[in-house]
């Protein structure tokens, strides 16, 4: 066996954990092949004899290329971090929660991911879901290792809202068609039902232009960041007439696809039988990374 052979046979025995690392990293199938392949070049180009963690090695080379893909997708300013603020107890991350995270990479977690900005989404995947310490993620995001840490938190903090839902598919169907019904026909005691108390609408800047650019044609007001049962029930009731149930990545939700063409998606989190959040995409990327699957109704 030549050098290079010995290299691919180490390399593979990889392969199945830096995919799963670079699919929770960008949402995509074939981009983590993409980064996983740019991995093995980086490593066939390496002087991989003096490498003596290789597993760690191929990690933060994955974790490098998928931050430069998920930069080149978005324009998203990341605002800096103060490196000395403290992370909270609330903050900190639960052992036991980040199992279930790690297992609960669906359609609307991959949405709640994608509204990351990249960095925060490098350092809440491989801390949270692979347990990369912070001072390996430092160096990969171009941080310190406590400004590592508050990115990882910032995102923690967003995903608790769409992480573990529930896992019986017809259970979550019922609730969503539930929703589409009362939506339809204005139902606003029926919203309320169906809606958890706390749940969070979150719109991408691009839907919340579209609904700002169609108000006069009763399209319904959003804002990026919407909370509480009344204030959702009040902006969806009377206005999923258009709507049409559909599968995000095998899940139950919602989207509006006037020609057929899926132009806005909505993904639900559904917990202990009702919806906890719904994320509103518009963004034609971010639509293209959604597999979608139009259903009758």
């Known amino acids: 066996m030549d050098?290079?052979?010995w290299l691919a046979e180490r390399f593979e025995t990889h392969r199945?954990?830096?995919?799963?690392?670079?699919?929770?990293?960008?949402?995509?199938?074939?981009?983590a092949d993409d980064a996983v392949q740019?991995?093995?070049?980086?490593?066939?180009?390496?002087?991989?004899?003096?490498?003596?963690?290789?597993?760690g090695w191929l990690t933060t080379v994955v974790g490098r290329v998928c931050l430069d893909m998920l930069r080149s997708r978005t324009s998203r300013r990341e605002d800096p971090l103060d490196d000395h603020v403290p992370e909270t107890d609330?903050?900190?991350?639960?052992?036991?929660?980040?199992?279930?995270?790690?297992?609960a990479v669906g359609p609307?977690?991959?949405?709640?991911?994608?509204a990351l900005s990249p960095a925060e989404r490098i350092a809440f995947v491989l801390?949270?879901?692979f347990a990369v310490p912070f001072t390996d993620i430092a160096p990969i995001v171009g941080r310190s290792p406590t400004a590592a840490r508050q990115l990882a938190s910032r995102a923690r903090r967003r995903v608790r809202g769409a992480a573990v839902p529930d896992g019986d598919r017809s259970r979550q169907r019922k609730v969503v068609d539930a929703f589409l019904a009362a939506s339809r026909g204005g139902d606003f005691a029926a919203l309320l039902a169906v809606l958890d108390p706390d749940v969070v609408l979150h719109a991408d800047e691009v839907a919340v232009r579209g609904a700002a650019a169609s108000a006069d044609r009763g399209a319904?007001?959003?804002?990026?960041?919407?909370?509480g049962a009344p204030t959702v029930a009040e902006t969806f009731a009377g206005r999923a007439t258009a709507a049409r149930p559909a599968l995000l990545g095998g899940a139950p939700g919602a989207v509006w696809a006037p020609d057929g063409t899926p132009r806005v998606a909505f993904a639900f989190t559904v917990r202990d039988g009702r919806i906890t959040a719904i994320d509103v995409v518009a963004d034609p990327d971010r639509l293209a990374r959604l597999d979608v699957v139009l259903l009758d109704g």
């Open 108 to 114: 609307a977690l991959l949405v709640v991911l994608d």
């Open 38 to 55: 740019e991995a093995w070049l980086r490593l066939s180009r390496s002087a991989a004899d003096e490498v003596t963690n290789l597993g």
């Open 90 to 103: 609330r903050d900190a991350a639960d052992p036991e929660r980040d199992v279930l995270l790690a297992d």
């Open 3 to 5: 050098e290079r052979d």
């Open 220 to 227: 319904p007001t959003l804002a990026v960041e919407q909370r």
């Open 16 to 31: 199945a954990h830096l995919r799963a690392v670079a699919y929770r990293m960008l949402g995509s199938p074939s981009e």
């Open 127 to 129: 801390h949270d879901m």
